[in-house]
C-alpha cells in the first residue's frame, strides 16, 4: 500500500531557531496536508496543498507540494514553546482509495 | 469547541469488559472515520463511513463493531479487548468520503488490562 516516510522523526531545537520537516512518497498525491497534534489531541490541520510547486504560509509555518508530486516540506520559522507537538504529513490521491495516508509524525521540542 | 466530540477522553477496561466510544460532529459532514494512533505507527484508519453506510473496513478484528445511527454520531463497541489494543482512538469527520479537510476529535486515550 502508499505509505509515507516522514522525517526527523523528532527534534529538539532552542527557542527561536528555525525548523524544517520532509515527507517522501514512492506515490503520486494529487493534495499534500500537514497536520500538528499538541499534547492530548486529535491533530488539526496547518496547511493544505493542491498544486504541484504550491508553496503557501501560514503565518511561520511555510510548506511546500513537491514538483514530483511525491513529496512535501514544512518549515516553522522562529519558534516557541506552543509549537511543541507532533507534526503529520498527509497525503491524498484521487481516483483510488479515497483516504488519507499519513505519515508517522515529526515529535517537536522547544526548549525556552 | 473543536466541531468533533469524543468521549470519554479516558476509558480503563478488562479484557472481558464491554465498552462503547462516542463520537459527534455538528459541523454538516457526510463522512465519518475511526483511527487507532499507537506509539510510533502512522494513524491507522480503522473504519469509514460516508451518508450513515460502511465504506471501508480494514480488516479490523471483530471485537471492534462500529455504529453510525445518523450523520452526526459515530459509535465504536468494544468487546473481549486484548492490551495491544491500548491506544488513542481518533474519530474524525470530512464533508464527504474523499474529502481532504478532515476535522479530528481529542481522542479517547484507551488502556485494556
Known amino acids: 500500500g502508499q505509505q509515507l516516510n516522514q522525517s526527523p522523526q523528532s527534534m529538539f531545537i532552542q527557542e527561536g531557531e528555525d525548523v524544517s520537516m520532509n515527507c517522501t512518497s514512492s506515490s503520486i498525491f494529487n493534495t499534500w496536508l500537514w497536520y500538528k497534534q499538541d499534547p492530548g489531541e486529535g491533530p488539526v490541520l496547518l496547511i493544505a496543498l493542491y498544486k504541484a510547486g504550491e508553496l503557501t504560509s501560514n503565518g511561520r509555518l511555510t510548506a511546500q507540494f513537491g514538483i514530483t508530486r511525491k513529496d512535501s516540506f514544512l518549515n516553522i520559522s522562529a519558534s516557541i514553546p506552543s509549537d511543541v507537538g507532533i507534526y503529520f504529513c498527509a497525503g491524498h490521491s484521487q481516483g483510488g482509495s479515497e483516504k488519507l495516508v499519513f505519515g508517522k509524525g515529526m515529535k517537536l521540542t522547544v526548549n525556552p | 469547541e473543536t466541531g468533533v466530540t469524543q468521549t470519554p477522553r479516558h476509558l480503563v477496561m478488562g479484557m472481558t469488559n464491554k465498552k462503547s466510544l462516542k463520537c459527534e460532529q455538528h459541523?454538516?459532514?457526510?463522512?465519518m472515520y475511526w483511527y487507532k494512533q499507537s506509539a510510533k505507527k502512522p494513524l491507522e484508519l480503522m473504519f469509514v463511513y460516508s451518508l450513515e453506510e460502511r465504506v471501508e473496513n480494514n480488516s479490523v478484528p471483530s471485537r471492534f463493531s462500529p455504529e453510525c445511527p445518523n450523520s452526526s454520531h459515530l459509535f465504536l463497541h468494544l468487546h473481549t479487548l486484548q492490551p495491544e489494543d491500548s491506544a488513542l482512538y481518533l474519530c474524525?469527520?470530512?464533508?464527504?468520503?474523499?474529502?481532504?479537510?478532515?476535522?479530528f476529535g481529542s481522542g479517547t486515550r484507551l488502556t485494556v488490562v
Open positions: 459541523l454538516g459532514h457526510n463522512a
Open positions: 474524525a469527520s470530512s464533508q464527504f468520503w474523499g474529502g481532504v479537510g478532515y476535522t
